[in-house]
């Protein structure tokens, strides 16, 4: 071989620096989407506090958190028989409805799957964790949500979709938060009582 014929490798080759060095800008954005995301976690709780008093506001946003997540729960939501949510305590719920991201160098605001995302999450490694979201997604399917709603699903997630961003967002974050926010709302107001009755049996 004494040639490279490909346009598209000889563009890249002729441009590897100027490519390489705007790529890299893809992390600071990363770190801006991450920053961004945890800052939701302020109207998410001004949601929870609109929805009902019962209804109380879990956050997964320390820094080692790999896919960071906020989520509105109820009490009878948590593993304990009591299901309170005593702050300070380390226990995570059973299932929550909210959004989440995974903080990597590819978070964005605008690619799947590398955006947020809202939905219903389900702790699938505690005990009864894979049942309850195999529970979950039966009874989702069976009333036809994934569909009417046009959402995904899988064991984590038995419904969710990804969150992007449209048009100059950069210049404007608020329609894209509350786009997020709305999200969560409408999920909850259509999954929470269904939930509560895959909990209750």
Same mark, same amino acid.
């Given at each position: 071989?004494?040639?490279?014929? $490909? ?15 705007? /790529? /890299?800008?893809?992390?600071?954005? /990363? ?24 209804? =109380? ?65 389900? =702790?699938? $490694? ?41 048009? =100059? ?33």
């Amino acid at each position: 071989m004494n040639r490279i014929d $490909d346009p598209r490798s000889v563009f890249y080759l002729r441009n590897q620096a100027l490519i390489e060095e705007w /790529a /890299a800008l893809g992390e600071s954005v /990363a770190g801006l989407a991450h920053a961004f995301l945890s800052s939701c976690a302020d109207g998410i709780a001004d949601l929870a506090a609109e929805l009902s008093p019962e209804v =109380d506001v879990y956050k997964f946003l320390e820094e080692d958190e790999d896919w960071p997540k906020i989520l509105l729960v109820l009490p009878g939501w948590f593993p304990s028989s009591q299901g309170a949510l005593v702050p300070g305590v380390d226990v995570a719920p059973r299932v929550g409805v909210g959004l989440e991201w995974n903080k990597s160098r590819r978070l964005n605001f605008t690619t799947t799957p590398a955006c947020a995302f809202t939905g219903i999450w389900v =702790d699938v $490694d505690i005990a009864g964790g894979r049942e309850l979201s195999r529970k979950l997604r039966a009874a989702f399917g069976e009333a036809g949500l994934l569909r009417k709603h046009k959402l995904a699903s899988s064991a984590w997630w038995p419904a969710y979709r990804y969150e992007t961003a449209t048009g =100059d967002y950069w210049n404007d974050l608020t329609p894209y938060r509350e786009q997020l926010i709305q999200s969560v709302r409408s999920h909850w107001m259509e999954f929470a009582p269904r939930i509560r009755d895959v909990l209750a049996t």
